[in-house]
């Protein structure tokens, strides 16, 4: 006879999970709503939740059950607040003192361009274009956080990169 799934409520599991799964969701609801501090404030919030529940959720439905608390709980803060999305730049470029002001000039003025692209897709595009491209995630993988078929991934990317190749395009 098949063991009983078990409930998320031990602590040493909920770790596990929490470490195993905190990353991932956070990046995640960057991309899907631009804002970094709202993306830390909506894991915490989706983590208490969770361990509220944990009663009630296996460890086999946790994940889906936390990215959804998540989705619902982003979706009502940007509701009440417009969202713009933010680039920060965090690489440390000892090249980059090394290359001509010029240059630093033109990358500098590149990036708040196709920052400024970005931020302007539609939020399903913005999304799928980030997570491809930054994350490395597979259009399955995609599919299966966003809960869409591979097929409307697919498409949502070829959207954006016509529109970012529209808007930048001209550099």
């Known amino acids: ?43 915490q919030e989706s983590f208490i939740r969770l361990w509220k529940n944990c009663a009630k ?19 009502s ?24 002001p010029e240059f630093r000039i033109l990358e500098k003025e590149f990036l708040e ?11 399903k595009q913005r999304e799928v274009f980030l997570m491809n491209r930054v994350e490395k995630k597979t259009y399955k993988e995609i599919a299966e956080i966003s809960g869409v078929s591979v097929k409307a991934v697919e498409k949502s990317m070829h959207k954006a990169l016509l529109k970012l190749r529209g808007k930048i395009g001209d550099i």
């Open 77 to 100: 803060l940007k509701r009440s607040e417009k969202v713009k999305l933010k680039y920060e730049e965090r690489a440390v470029r000892s090249e980059a003192d090394q290359e001509s």
């Open 113 to 123: 361009k196709l920052t400024e692209a970005i931020s302007t897709l539609p939020d």
């Open 1 to 43: 006879m098949p063991e009983p799934e078990k409930p998320l409520c031990n602590e040493e599991q909920f770790d596990a999970f929490y470490t195993e799964h905190a990353k991932a969701l956070r990046n995640f609801l960057y991309y899907k709503f631009g804002d970094a501090d709202q993306s830390d404030d909506v894991l």
């Open 57 to 75: 959720v296996t460890l086999e439905s946790a994940k889906g059950f936390l990215y959804r608390i998540a989705i619902n709980l982003g979706t």
